[in-house]
């Protein structure tokens, strides 16, 4: 199986602030990763697959970059509305493991 | 619009049952894969199980293996998870998704919460 590990686990940043958030494949998932954000109380939300994609409607802010092993999201400009959980999904394989998640919390 | 609804959760108790069911809509179901995701109390997401356009292939994580069947009926739009056994470590609100091969998992229903508790 395929292991999936983010880090940090949290990250406390002010508004403004560039945040950089890194996920490590155990294998190659060559670029089928996904990142989602996800809300106290809500489901996930799609932000970027494919390693670097942006989902429609997703601002330009979020940037995914990587391949195969190694992944980041970084938020340029960190928002208000951006303080949230962001976890990493491999879909390389039909399960696609997640990662741990990041918090992203207000410092 | 695209949307994913689940339903039948609530509060079983230990060793009890429970079948979920997720209803789509706006999109071609029978063309995605789906799966279940459950996240307990202040915890991490965590992939239970998927299933196949035509339910060919089904798989499991070790957790819940054993205990839980996932189903789909494509006439209805609808996959369901069966949940078998219950336990205290299973309470967590349930999601469905839809599966797509470019996007991954790019869309979620709103979760069903289940509580299992004596």
């Known amino acids: 199986d395929i292991q999936m590990t983010q880090s940090p686990s949290t990250l406390s940043a002010s508004v403004g602030d560039r945040v950089i958030i890194t996920c490590r494949a155990s294998q190659s998932v060559n670029n089928y990763l996904a990142w989602y954000q996800q809300k106290p109380g809500k489901a996930p939300n799609l932000l970027i697959y494919k390693a670097s994609t942006l989902e429609s409607g997703v601002p330009p802010r979020f940037t995914g970059r990587g391949s195969e092993t190694e992944f980041t999201l970084t938020i340029s400009s960190v928002q208000p509305d951006d303080f949230a959980v962001y976890y990493c999904q491999e879909y390389k394989s039909y399960s696609g493991t997640l990662g741990q998640g990041t918090k992203v919390e207000i410092k | 619009q695209v949307q994913l609804v689940e339903s039948g959760g609530g509060l079983v108790k230990p060793g009890g049952s429970l079948r979920l069911s997720c209803t789509a809509s706006g999109f071609t179901f029978s063309d995605y894969f789906m799966s279940w995701v459950r996240q307990a109390p202040g915890k991490r997401l965590e992939w239970l199980s998927y299933?196949?356009?035509?339910?060919?292939?089904?798989n499991y994580a070790d957790s819940v293996r054993g205990r839980f069947t996932i189903s789909r009926d494509n006439a209805l739009n609808t996959v369901y998870l069966q949940m078998n056994s219950l336990t205290n470590e299973d309470t967590a609100v349930y999601y469905c998704?839809?599966?797509?091969?470019?996007?991954?998992?790019?869309?979620w229903g709103h979760g069903t919460s289940v509580t299992v508790s004596s």
């Open positions: 998704a839809r599966d797509d091969e470019e996007r991954g998992r790019d869309v």
């Open positions: 299933i196949s356009t035509t339910s060919v292939y089904t």
